[in-house]
């Protein structure tokens, strides 16, 4: 088992910044990818963002590269997303999420393990 916090979200204007902390402890962090995902109101969750056990791999979804960045620190068991040109449109639940495969996957069957999410809010 793999237990997964988020935090960080909140408020904040359109053009700001936020950085999500997905806090991991359970099992090996290093032994699994992590991704991030999304649901907006209304709206099915999507992909946002993965990474590799290394951290040596990135992948986005084309709505939020050149935005946002993924990254991992494995000493602390966290990985990160720093949001950065929010959009009203970014408004949703963050979830992140672990899975034990090599490949690159963006289907939230993919991943086992689910943290509760955190709500960001980006205001126009």
């Known amino acids: 088992q793999v237990q997964l916090v988020e935090s960080g979200g909140g408020l904040v204007q359109a053009g700001g910044s936020l950085r999500l902390s997905c806090a991991a402890s359970?099992?090996?962090?290093?032994?699994?990818?992590m991704g991030w995902f999304r649901r907006a109101p209304g709206k099915e969750r999507e992909f946002v963002a993965r990474?590799?056990?290394?951290?040596?791999?990135?992948y986005y979804a084309d709505s939020v590269k050149g935005r946002f960045t993924i990254s991992r620190d494995n000493a602390k068991n966290t990985v990160y997303l720093q949001m950065n040109s929010l959009k009203p449109e970014d408004t949703a639940v963050y979830y992140c999420?672990?899975?034990?495969?090599?490949?690159?996957?963006?289907?939230?069957?993919?991943?086992?393990?689910w943290g509760q999410g955190t709500q960001v809010t980006v205001s126009s």
């Open positions: 359970g099992r090996t962090f290093s032994n699994y990818a």
């Open positions: 990474i590799s056990r290394s951290g040596g791999n990135t």
């Open positions: 999420a672990a899975h034990s495969g090599i490949v690159v996957v963006t289907t939230e069957t993919s991943y086992a393990y």
